[in-house]
C-alpha cells in the first residue's frame, strides 16, 4: 500500500512505487504503460477532483496481485462523484470541453474497472497472463 498526501508532485511516488512492482512482477511493456497511464490519472484525478488538492487529505493506492493478473485500487477522502455522469469526451458536444478525459483513458486502457463508494474509490484490473499467438506452420 502506498499512502500520499493530495499534492500533484506526489504523483512521482506513483511513478516509483510502481517502477518496484515491476521489478518483482515483471510486467510486459505495452501492460507497463497502461497501468502507469491509469494509475497516474486515478491518482491525478483523487488528488486534483477528489480531495481538492487539499493536502490535509490522503490518497491511498492498494494493490493485490495474483496469477490471473494485479488490481488497483485508489481512495480519496473527498466528496465523491457520479461516474455514470461523467460525459463521453468523444462526443462531438464535449470535444471542446475539459474533464473526463481520465476517466475514460482509465476504462480504454484497464481490463475491468469499477467504482466504489460514490466514486469515491476505483478499482482497475490489469491481466498479465500472457497472449498465445498462433502461427500457421
Known amino acids: ?6 499534492n500533484p ?5 506513483v511513478e516509483s512505487y510502481l517502477k518496484m512492482l515491476d521489478f ?6 505495452d501492460k507497463y504503460a497502461d497501468i502507469l497511464i491509469s494509475l497516474t490519472e486515478a491518482v491525478n484525478n483523487a488528488i486534483i477532483h477528489g480531495n481538492k488538492r487539499d493536502e490535509s487529505k490522503k ?3 492498494y494493490v493485490q496481485s495474483n496469477e490471473d493478473g494485479i488490481t488497483f485500487k485508489v481512495e480519496d477522502e473527498g466528496a465523491g ?6 460525459p463521453d469526451p468523444t ?3 464535449n470535444i471542446d470541453c475539459c ?3 481520465g476517466v475514460y483513458i482509465m476504462k480504454a486502457l484497464a481490463d475491468d474497472i469499477s467504482f466504489y463508494d460514490n466514486g469515491r ?4 484490473f490489469f491481466s498479465l497472463k500472457a497472449s498465445i499467438v498462433k502461427t500457421n506452420e
Open 91 to 93: 462526443c462531438p458536444e
Open 121 to 124: 474509490s476505483v478499482e482497475m
Open 59 to 61: 490518497v491511498h493506492i
Open 24 to 29: 518483482d512482477l515483471q510486467f510486459d511493456e
Open 9 to 13: 508532485n506526489n504523483i512521482l511516488k
Open 81 to 86: 462523484f457520479n461516474p455514470t455522469k461523467v
Open 99 to 101: 474533464g473526463g478525459r
Open 1 to 6: 500500500m502506498l499512502t500520499i498526501t493530495s
